[in-house]
């Protein structure tokens, strides 16, 4: 069975530009989580869904972050206007338990703001 | 606010059984507790997941007490590929903390 998918593996852009993440769930998974993970901070939940809806959105740093999931084969992860702070690795995971556990981690977008 | 620690780091040599502790405070009744395991640049990988006593899979095992109010993961005969970044969590509160690193000398 494929794994959650995530792309690109890598981005590279200056700040400014529009950086849009990518994540394919497991189907069948009808919870579905966004991650960042930085030396500094650790792994932090940013977002999650259930059922394509947002469910908790609190850990989005700021407005200049934003979530969508259209369908439930399907998210994506938008920050724009892009900062160098921004750096960081973003990992999709999903789940099919109600308790969230287990998750099913993509291998991550390593994104650099330069 | 619900909360895991765990120590930082922890060294071993191959061939060790390594037991990783996770303290869990305000524990509710209903929560189960899971670990995961990174490598680097890799997504955790779920390891195990357990409510009371001791349950075992073909990779670990994890114990925990009555009182529910930590959990400790034991890893079997430890190889330098179980060099890695361990993290428990509490029911399903989606906090990582910052693991536990721990490195695996031949």
């Known amino acids: 069975d494929a794994g959650v998918i995530q792309s690109p593996r890598h981005e590279v852009t200056e700040m400014g530009q529009e950086v849009t993440l990518r994540c394919k769930p497991i189907s069948g998974h009808d919870y579905l989580f966004w991650y960042r993970q930085t030396m500094m901070r650790g792994l932090e939940l940013l977002i999650y869904?259930?059922?394509?809806?947002?469910?908790?959105d609190s850990g989005m740093p700021e407005d200049r972050f934003s979530a969508k999931m259209p369908n439930a084969s399907f998210s994506t992860l938008k920050i724009q206007p892009s900062e160098p702070r921004d750096s960081a690795v973003y990992f999709c995971?999903?789940?099919?338990?109600?308790?969230?556990?287990?998750?099913?981690f993509g291998d991550g977008t390593r994104l650099s703001i330069l | 606010l619900a909360k895991t620690t765990q120590p930082i780091s922890m060294d071993s040599y191959e061939g060790q059984e390594v037991n990783i502790t996770c303290s869990h405070n305000n524990i509710a009744t209903n929560d189960y507790i899971t670990w995961y395991q990174q490598f680097p640049s890799q997504g955790p990988r779920f390891i195990i997941q357990g409510y009371k006593t001791k349950v075992t899979n073909e990779v670990a095992s994890l114990f925990i007490p009555a009182d529910r109010k930590s959990s400790t993961l034991s890893l079997p005969r430890v190889s330098l590929s179980d060099t890695a970044v361990y993290y428990c969590l509490q029911g399903g509160k989606l906090i990582f903390g910052q693991g536990t690193e721990l490195s695996v000398k031949p």
């Open positions: 869904f259930n059922n394509n809806v947002p469910i908790d």
């Open positions: 995971a999903s789940s099919s338990r109600r308790e969230h556990q287990p998750q099913h």
